[in-house]
């Protein structure tokens, strides 16, 4: 796990180095700097030893013709396997490295390498002999890749901080970035809050060369199959299969527990392969938000060695301009990982799992009961379309709450699931992002119309969940802020395999509501964990916001007729405006 940076189709010795200064917190194990010997190629490397920790696996690591030099981030699970496949082919290993058998894959089998690795990765490889390069992302968006290019150069970094340092690109708010941003709390992809950089779309991949680039996509998300499969046990070896794969490491590996089922069901299959699991929880001295009495008794019960930060609004203040400058984008989200992270890292880890991925793939979220109703509400009232364009303009325009504004934007618009998330999990209104978004000096685009899939109405929000609220704002803020600790995370639910297998059953049985599916998977869950009703891991912003937090949020800036008042909305406000002041006047 690390941090990578390059630039391509310049000489750019002095910027690769600054590149690589703002990624070291990603990598503080090592750094390295490749240059191709005709200066058209500069890649940069920072490192977190996870595999193959001597000197072997330094990066970036080139080619024993030294005609192809890599910078990798991200572990390769299957890369054991696929490493005696090569050596049978007639290849010879210098490291134990999943990074040496990536550079060999991509030797044999060019692009096509992408269909052969399980993990996240996001890499680049410059080849030296054809003056080209090809970036890649794993399939569900959990590494980052940022890239920039004007028709001269290409420059790629993990954070958009690091493009950013490299000097090249102009810091101008992107309108689409911002603009998607202020409307769910997260920059949607392919786009960041500069324009004309943009985020390597998840499963795809990018090559360059004579100033020329193409983006191609390689894997999507698909759901069901020809014949079903028996739920339970599918679920269980699936379960088990991924959870064993993210075990593999040089260096003791974690669990952040928080003390639901997601957590807790990896620790319990990962107890089956790995004793003495080490696991972090974060606690809370308001009686209820805190989850620290479960998680304690969840890693007793399956024998763990737990560690447990109590965090007070007092203690998290300080906390919170940490957070901040940790920031890569404004995001609503990832304190949460941050403040565990620390707690991992301070106790040692370098490597944890985290349960993120399971009310996306089981169905945990309200979302998948609340969106097919808001649908076919929707669809009844704009029966009547004189009537519907009236409620929708009138909640839009003078609804009091964020809600009820949000609701306009959805009646105002034919009745389509995106539309419907939009309105459940959004922040702003099309109205008042548009406002915001021109005094920040960009211009918003149109509301844009939502086509629904060809697919049944659960599995319809199953893929929204992952490819809008998990891609765009779990992961990246998970690997944002663990990274802020040298902290690598692991998300055994959001795995390639996992998913193409749980996929084929059907959306009714495996969206089962309670996430039933990964429950009955997994008996060894106790019966106090299993009986409990959910409670989604929050943390008290509202309270700490109203007290020991109020003069920080006192001074977000205010917009006439726009109610600020729910806690998300001035969190969003803040992490904006911080960011804007730190990286568009610097």
């Known amino acids: 796990m690390c941090g990578i ?26 750094r390295g700097v490749y240059i191709s010997p005709n200066q058209q190629a500069a890649i940069a490397h920072t490192r977190l030893a996870i595999l193959d920790l001597s000197s072997a696996g330094q990066q970036p690591m080139l080619s024993q013709d030294q005609r192809y030099a890599i910078t990798f981030n991200g572990e390769i699970y299957n890369f054991g396997t696929l490493r005696q496949e090569l050596i049978e082919a007639g290849e010879q290993f210098h490291s134990h490295s999943d990074t040496e058998v990536l550079l060999k894959l991509y030797q044999r089998i060019g692009k096509d390498c992408v269909h052969h690795l399980r993990g996240m990765f996001a890499f ?7 003056q080209s390069c090809f970036l890649a992302r794993d399939p569900l968006g959990i590494k980052p890749l940022y890239y920039w290019q004007d028709g001269q150069q290409l420059v790629f970094a993990s954070e958009l901080r690091a493009v950013l340092a490299s000097g090249s690109v102009p810091k101008k708010l992107s309108p689409q970035g911002l603009y998607g941003y202020l409307l769910q709390g997260s920059v949607p992809e392919p786009y960041t809050l500069i324009d004309q950089v943009e985020i390597l779309p998840a499963g795809s991949w990018l090559y360059w060369q004579a100033q020329q680039s193409k983006v191609q996509t390689y894997w999507q998300i698909k759901f069901g199959a020809a014949e079903q499969p028996e739920p339970i046990p599918t679920v269980r070896q699936a379960l088990e299969d991924s959870i064993q794969s993210h075990l593999v490491s040089d260096v003791p590996v974690g669990l952040f527990l928080s003390g639901g089922i997601d957590s807790s069901a990896i620790l319990a299959i990962a107890s089956k392969f790995t004793p003495h699991l080490h696991t972090y929880s ?12 479960i998680a304690r008794q969840v890693a007793n019960h399956f ?18 301009n940490q957070y901040l400058a940790a920031l890569d984008q404004p995001t609503i989200d990832g304190f949460n990982t941050f403040c565990v992270a620390q707690l991992a890292h301070h106790h040692g880890a370098k490597v944890v799992l985290s349960g993120l991925g399971g009310d996306e793939v089981f169905g945990g979220y309200q979302s998948f009961q609340k969106i097919p109703q808001m649908v076919n509400l929707g669809k009844k009232i704009q029966s009547l379309p004189v009537f519907s364009n009236l409620i929708g303009y009138g909640f839009s325009r003078w609804g ?6 949000r609701l306009g934007d959805f009646l105002t618009q034919p009745a389509s699931f995106g539309r419907a998330y939009q309105s459940l999990r959004g922040v702003f209104s099309h109205t008042e992002a548009t406002q915001i978004a021109r005094i920040y000096g960009a211009e918003s685009p149109k509301l844009a119309r939502d086509q629904d899939l060809p697919l049944a109405a659960l599995d319809q929000v199953s893929y929204l969940e992952l490819t809008r609220y998990m891609r765009n704002q779990l992961l990246r803020d998970s690997d944002v802020m663990s990274m802020a600790w040298g902290l690598e995370l692991r998300v055994p639910l959001v795995d390639r395999v996992l998913l193409e297998t749980v996929a084929q059953i059907p959306a ?31 943390f008290p912003f509202k309270e700490w916001i109203r007290t020991e937090w109020k003069t920080e949020f006192s001074q977000i800036p205010q917009f006439p007729g726009i109610n600020l008042q729910t806690w998300y909305r001035q969190w969003s406000i803040l992490v904006l405006d911080h960011w804007c002041a730190t990286y568009l006047t610097n």
Request: proline letters at 8%; zero cysteines; hydrophobic letters at 35%.
């Open 303 to 320: 024998g763990a060695t737990h560690r447990e930060l109590e965090i007070s609004a007092i203690m998290a203040k300080p906390l919170l």
């Open 400 to 405: 009091n709450s964020p809600k009820t504004k």
């Open 124 to 130: 680049g490889i410059w080849d030296d002999l054809e």
């Open 5 to 30: 940076a390059g630039i391509i189709g310049s000489s750019a010795t002095q910027s690769i180095h600054a590149m690589q200064a703002r990624l070291q917190h990603r990598g503080p194990d090592g």
């Open 282 to 293: 974060i606690a809370f001295s308001e009686p209820e938000w805190n989850e620290g009495n």
């Open 508 to 538: 009714p049985v495996r969206l089962a509501q309670g996430k039933q599916r990964l429950i009955d998977a997994v008996p060894e869950l106790p019966d106090f964990l299993r009986d409990r009703p959910k409670q989604g891991f929050a």
